[in-house]
């Protein structure tokens, strides 16, 4: 069975920082695109970040400088460090994966696979 289980969330003060996990089980996360989404309540579902198979990363672009993802292979495990953290960055974020190697620029296409979300708040 594929599982995506995300942890890491919390609560932090405006510029602090938290550093997000993806466990990844049933395939092995190098070979796909993986992403991390958020969803603030009322707004909509949006990307943050993604990292391709080859290790190539695409970001939302408020969160440029700020936060990074990338992968640790031998724990097959997708991370999501986030640094400067804002009272916009509030939200329910979540792990994604496609079934195919590339992402789209645009967070775009299938992601079939998704973790249950961990919760980020940040006060001001």
């Known amino acids: 069975q594929v599982q995506l289980m995300e942890a890491g969330g919390g609560s932090v003060q405006s510029g602090g920082s938290l550093r997000l996990s993806c466990v990844v089980s049933?395939?092995?996360?190098?070979?796909?695109?993986m992403g991390w989404f958020r969803q603030a309540p009322g707004k909509e579902r949006e990307g943050v970040a993604q990292?391709?198979?080859?290790?190539?990363?695409t970001y939302k672009d408020s969160v440029k400088g700020r936060f990074s993802i990338s992968r640790d292979d031998a724990k097959n495990t997708v991370y999501l460090q986030m640094d400067s953290l804002n009272a916009e960055d509030t939200a329910m974020y979540y792990c994604?994966?496609?079934?195919?190697?590339?992402?789209?620029?645009?967070?775009?296409?299938?992601?079939?696979?998704w973790g249950q979300g961990t919760q980020v708040t940040v006060s001001s």
């Open positions: 990292l391709n198979s080859s290790g190539r990363t």
């Open positions: 049933g395939f092995t996360a190098s070979r796909y695109c």
């Open positions: 994604a994966a496609r079934t195919v190697s590339y992402c789209f620029y645009d967070f775009g296409g299938a992601f079939p696979y």
